[in-house]
């Protein structure tokens, strides 16, 4: 079976870090493009990062300079290194498993991150 | 990186077909086949009901349809449930943000 299981959410306070990790089984791990999606309490879902089977990573402009995709294939684990946290980044993180260019095909259940003093 | 449009909530009766839109630009979904939709359950993660414009993912029921002209997707529901009750979105690859979301669309089966 297809799975995705997300872990590493917290509560942080602004500025500090958070690395979340999602573990990955049921499928060639390393053939596969994997993303991060985030769905902040009662908004919708937005698109995070992606880093491709090739190890080329892509963000968006809202987490730029401030968080890290990569991925451990040895592992079969992604992960988002997230430093600079600020009150915007509350949310559920979700990973997502890429199938050629569908984003998405699996999805794990989520990990909740909340960013307060 | 502004989010694909979609309206906020859209209703309909058991039995009834409803279609959902999802409007971008030619750098997203006027630019590319690789328009996907997602149905959210409440509380649940995302789970794939369309793919590439107008695809089904194993499993998924062939009342839900998928189409796109000119920079607006659409997603159709047909013989509408119950169990149908969920939010909805879109996503595009996009050649200046790699994925954009729609902002998504309740459905409420009356």
């Known amino acids: 079976e297809l799975q995705l299981l997300e872990s590493g959410g917290d509560l942080v306070q602004p500025g500090g870090s958070l690395r979340l990790s999602c573990a990955a089984s049921?499928?060639?791990?390393?053939?596969?493009?994997m993303s991060w999606v985030r769905q902040a309490p009662g908004k919708g879902l937005e698109w995070v990062s992606t880093?491709?089977?090739?190890?080329?990573?892509y963000y968006a402009d809202s987490v730029k300079g401030r968080f890290t995709i990569s991925r451990d294939n040895s592992e079969n684990t992604l992960y988002v290194q997230m430093n600079s946290l600020r009150a915007e980044d509350t949310a559920t993180y979700y990973c997502?498993?890429?199938?050629?260019?569908?984003?998405?095909?699996?999805w794990g259940k989520g990990t909740a991150v909340i960013v307060s003093s | 990186q502004s989010a694909l449009t979609q309206a906020a909530s859209v209703s309909g009766s058991p039995g009834q077909s409803i279609t959902i839109s999802c409007t971008g630009t030619?750098?997203?979904?006027?630019?590319?086949?690789?328009v996907s939709w997602y149905q959210q359950l409440p509380g649940e993660a995302p789970k794939l009901i369309i793919y590439?414009?107008?695809n089904r993912p194993s499993g998924v029921s062939n009342r839900f349809s998928g189409s796109k002209a000119g920079n607006t997707a659409s997603l159709t529901i047909s013989g509408l449930q119950a169990e149908d009750e969920a939010d909805y979105y879109c996503?595009?690859?996009?050649?200046?943000?790699?994925?954009?979301f729609g902002g998504g669309t309740k459905l409420t089966v009356l």
């Open positions: 996503n595009s690859y996009s050649s200046i943000s790699t994925r954009v």
């Open positions: 030619s750098s997203d979904i006027g630019g590319y086949n690789y």
């Open positions: 997502a498993k890429y199938s050629g260019r569908t984003l998405g095909d699996v």
């Open positions: 590439d414009v107008s």
């Open positions: 880093i491709g089977a090739d190890e080329y990573t």
């Open positions: 049921g499928f060639t791990f390393r053939s596969h493009g």
